[in-house]
């Protein structure tokens, strides 16, 4: 792409399945939505510095593998890197404030993700679908997240954000300061047969504990008020559950497929 160039446009090299290369130069200040949408055979992008936002651009790149994303970036949109299944790794730079919706869900190869102290908002699912993630590492200079043996938290541990899907352990015990287990906390966490909740609970988010096949036993403690949509959704291995008298709501197929 020439340097005469500043923008790529909205679906600009959509479906081009046979494109392994591609050079962005810095004159081009702004990608466009799916621009490069199931470009099934690019391995490898370097976003110029020119860039500041990169948007729903690269999902469906199966074979892309590694992307340098210049510390020019501040955000990072919807679905930006969604059913990219190669993505072994990625460097977020300390420039990086939003991480939003989907962004890398199912991007099934990575293993590790590292959140920089530049981060204040990561939206819903950003990593689902990425059944070989066992750790989330947040910078100790953040004042928004946390890790805890690589689970994702709030700063004050009072909402659970991210269980890996990719963590092995069959059983986990929610630290006591967690009052929200958040939106797909443990979406897909195919592994764990038990999980223990404290007595702070008051809201399970959607999709909380979707598709957790081997979950067989949980108790919700008695200050939990909501079961938002689609919580336990096809957590087959669940036999028994017990409503407490707190419990106000529960939302649509919380216990769908629940067999």
Do not use: M
């Not at 979406?187 to 067989?216: H, M, V």
Request: charged fraction near 20%; include cysteine; glycine fraction near 6%.
């Amino acid at each position: 792409i020439p340097t005469s160039v500043t923008s790529i446009g909205e679906n600009a090299f959509e479906g081009c399945s046979s494109l392994t290369s591609i050079a962005i130069p810095d004159s081009v200040t702004d990608i466009g939505w799916a621009a490069f949408f199931n470009c099934k055979s690019l391995t490898s992008i370097t976003i110029p510095d020119s860039v500041t936002s990169i948007k729903y651009a690269f999902e469906g790149c199966s074979s892309l593998t590694s992307i340098t994303i210049p510390t020019s970036v501040t955000s990072i949109g919807e679905r930006a890197f969604s059913n990219c299944y190669s993505l072994i790794s990625i460097e977020l730079p300390n420039s990086v404030t939003s991480i939003d919706d989907y962004t890398f869900f199912n991007c099934d190869s990575l293993t590790s993700v590292k959140i920089p102290n530049s981060v204040t908002s990561i939206g819903q699912l950003v990593f689902g679908e990425c059944n070989k993630l066992t750790e989330i590492i947040v910078d100790e200079n953040n004042d928004y997240y946390c890790d805890e043996d690589g689970v994702l938290f709030d700063k004050g541990k009072n909402v659970l954000y991210v269980f890996p899907e990719g963590k092995l352990e069959d059983s986990y015990k929610t630290p006591n300061s967690v009052k929200v287990i958040g939106n797909g906390a443990f979406y897909g966490c195919e592994n764990l047969q038990s999980i223990e909740l404290p007595d702070a609970i008051t809201s399970i988010g959607n999709r909380a504990f979707y598709d957790c096949r081997s979950l067989k036993s949980i108790e919700l403690p008695s200050s939990v008020t909501n079961i938002n949509d689609y919580a336990f959704y096809n957590c087959r291995s669940l036999k028994l559950i017990e409503i407490p008298d707190s419990l106000i709501s529960i939302g649509t197929s919380a216990f769908e497929l629940c067999d």
